[in-house]
């Protein structure tokens, strides 16, 4: 990763136009040619150092449901209990934690009823509580990782 | 506060979710794709920007490529009274990328703000965390950090099917 790299990382976390040539605009903003950026974007896409370039949607904005679950899984269950709770195609991100509620997931659904009935539905498949955490306020939402 | 899509917003979600084409001209290409005008796009995809249905359009690092490998989900148990106080000051820290006030589940879980925090290593998180527990004085009666120890799906958000 060069200097270029990085401006583009920190300058374009957000504010990416919506025009007939965006790429020309924003490389505009760097100096650089159209076809500079966008070979930049890819490539950094393709090294895996941008997961993603284009719009973040907010689920719930858009009628979904989203909510953060924690459950206790007994080590000696962990593996099998992970095959099964990602097999869930609303089971967004999950994350093995540090804690007795070891096990941390993300649940995205196209209603907010289907929650409770996702939840349902991982209880009854692990036998184990699920904890739902949906959140009641969002105090701050952005990235600001420094490249 | 919410946006209620409309037909075409779902398609333009769906063709978009998974990223912006790399093309000179992406809004057409995706006007082209689903059979619309690229101005009709633009439009749109402005207004669910403005309505914050969109949250931004832009690039989004995957941060343990930038060295950002350590991560902590940290947890505080803040009185109810102070949480709205305490979450904005919390979330305004530029090391804390998401802040929320989740509900408590007691007895087992009485922390009801969270605040993620990443690093480039478990000392830098912890460090961190000592300055929110500074920030939060006496309002904080009590935190823990929990650590990632392992991704174990990360697929992002599918909205439309």
Redesign the interface.
């Known amino acids: 990763m060069d200097n270029l790299d990085r401006a583009?990382?920190n300058e374009?976390?957000?504010?990416?136009p919506?025009?007939?040539?965006?790429?020309?605009e924003a490389a505009a903003r760097l100096g650089i040619s159209?076809g500079d950026f966008?070979d930049r974007?890819?490539s950094?896409?393709e090294?895996?150092?941008?997961?993603?370039?284009?719009?973040?949607?907010?689920?719930?904005?858009?009628?979904?449901g989203l909510t953060?679950a924690a459950m206790a899984v007994p080590e000696a269950d962990f593996e099998a209990v992970?095959e099964t709770?990602?097999a869930f195609?609303e089971?967004?991100?999950?994350?093995?934690?540090?804690?007795e509620?070891s096990?941390?997931?993300v649940l995205?659904t196209?209603t907010p009823e289907r929650v409770a009935e996702v939840i349902a539905e991982i209880e009854a498949a692990t036998g184990l509580h699920v904890?739902?955490?949906?959140?009641?306020?969002?105090?701050?939402?952005?990235?600001?990782?420094?490249? | 506060?919410?946006?209620?899509?409309d037909d075409l917003d779902r398609r333009i979600?769906a063709a978009?979710?998974?990223?912006?084409p790399?093309?000179?001209?992406?809004?057409?290409a995706v006007a082209d794709e689903l059979g619309c005008g690229?101005e009709e796009v633009?439009a749109r995809?402005?207004r669910?920007?403005e309505?914050?249905?969109?949250?931004?359009?832009?690039?989004?690092?995957?941060?343990y490529?930038?060295g950002?490998t350590a991560n902590g989900?940290t947890v505080w148990d803040v009185a109810d009274e102070d949480?709205?106080t305490a979450?904005?000051e919390?979330?305004?820290f530029?090391f804390?990328?998401?802040?929320?006030?989740?509900?408590r589940?007691l007895p087992?879980?009485p922390y009801n703000l969270?605040a993620m925090v990443?690093g480039k290593s478990h000392e830098e998180v912890a460090d961190k965390a000592r300055r929110i527990a500074a920030a939060l004085g006496s309002r904080c009666r009590g935190h823990?950090i929990?650590?990632?120890?392992?991704?174990?799906?990360?697929?992002?958000?599918?909205?439309a099917?």
Not at chain 2, 96 to 103: G, L
Request: positive net charge; contains cysteine; aromatic residues 12%.
């Open positions: 583009i990382i374009f976390q957000g504010g990416f919506i025009s007939p040539r965006p790429y020309a159209e966008i974007v890819r950094l896409l090294a895996g150092v941008l997961s993603r370039f284009g719009p973040m949607f907010h689920a719930e904005k858009l009628g979904g953060l992970t709770v990602n195609p089971v967004a991100h999950n994350y093995a934690r540090e804690h509620l096990m941390w997931f995205a196209k904890y739902d955490m949906p959140k009641l306020e969002e105090f701050f939402v952005g990235l600001r990782f420094d490249a | 506060m919410s946006y209620v899509p979600i978009t979710q998974a990223g912006l790399l093309c000179p001209e992406p809004y057409q690229a633009m995809m402005s669910m920007l309505a914050g249905a969109i949250r931004r359009i832009g690039v989004v690092p995957n941060h490529k930038l950002y989900m949480i709205r979450g904005r919390i979330g305004d530029d804390v990328s998401h802040c929320y006030h989740r509900p589940h087992h879980w969270f990443h823990q929990l650590l990632s120890t392992k991704i174990l799906k990360k697929t992002g958000l599918r909205l099917a």
